[in-house]
C-alpha cells in the first residue's frame, strides 16, 4: 500500500475543507513547498495535490505552486479544474506525473478513455468522489463537490475498468477532513466490483490502525491530509505500517 500525503491549495496555500465545504476551511501555516520537502525527507515517494480554486472555477489558479512541488523529489498526483486535454498537457509539462481526473470523468467518461488510451493508464488517475443517498446508492457529484451529476460510483468504476484505466481514486465526501476513519465497507464493495483497478482511498484516516485496516482491505494507496497537518500522525508512522 502506497503512503501519499496529500496537499490542498487554494490562494496558493495549505487548506483542509471539511466534506468538501468552501465555507468549512482550515489554513495551515505553512508554505506548500516546505511542506513537500519535508515529506520527502521523511520518506514519501508520492504527493497527492488538489487546486481547489480549480475545481470550483473550472480554471487553473494554483498551476505556479504544483509546479514548484513538482521539482521536489516527490512525484506529484495533481487534479483540480481540468476541463480538457490542453489542461492535462500543462500539467504534464509543470512536471506533474499523474493527472487526476474527476468531475470530468464523470460528465464525460467517453472523453476521459480517451486520454487513458493516449497517454497511458499509468499516467492518469480517475477520482469518483461518492457521497451516499437517500437509497444508499453511492452518488457522484462534481464541480467541487457542489451539483448533482446523476452517475453512480458503480456504473462508472466498471465502466472505466473495462476500459483499461488503472489508477482510481476513491473519496467518501461524508468523512473527508472529519477524522472519523474510512469507510471500509465502501473499499471493499469497490474492490469487489473492479478487482483490476489499483484503488487509492481517501476520507478519514486518523491514525496506524486506520491504515492498517485499509491495507487489510486491498487498497494500494492511502492519501492522508489533515491526520498528517495536525501531527496525529506521521510520514514515518505510516511508512512503518
Known sequence: M???????????????L??????RETRYPVEPLALARDYAAAGAR???VVDLDGARAGAFENLHTIRALAGTALR?????GVRDERDVLRLFDAGVTRVVVGSLAVREPETVEGWIARHGAERICVALDTRADAQGR???PVKGWTE????????????FAD??????????????????????????HLLAIVPSLAVQASGGVRGVDDLG???????AGAILGRSLLEGRLSVAQALQC
Do not use: E, F, K
Request: neutral net charge.
Open 213 to 219: 485496516a485499509l491495507r487489510a482491505a486491498g487498497v
Open 148 to 159: 448533482a451529476s446523476g452517475a453512480t460510483l458503480d456504473g462508472l468504476a466498471l465502466r
Open 2 to 16: 502506497q503512503i501519499i500525503p496529500a496537499i490542498d491549495l487554494r490562494a496558493g496555500g495549505v487548506v483542509r
Open 163 to 188: 476500459a483499461g484505466a488503472r489508477h482510481l481514486l476513491c473519496t467518501d465526501i461524508s468523512r473527508d477532513g472529519m477524522l472519523s476513519g474510512p469507510n471500509l465497507d465502501l473499499y471493499a
Open 138 to 140: 453511492w452518488t457522484l
Open 76 to 80: 506529484i498526483q495533481a487534479g483540480g
Open 18 to 23: 471539511a466534506q468538501g465545504d468552501y465555507a
Open 46 to 48: 508520492w504527493l497527492h
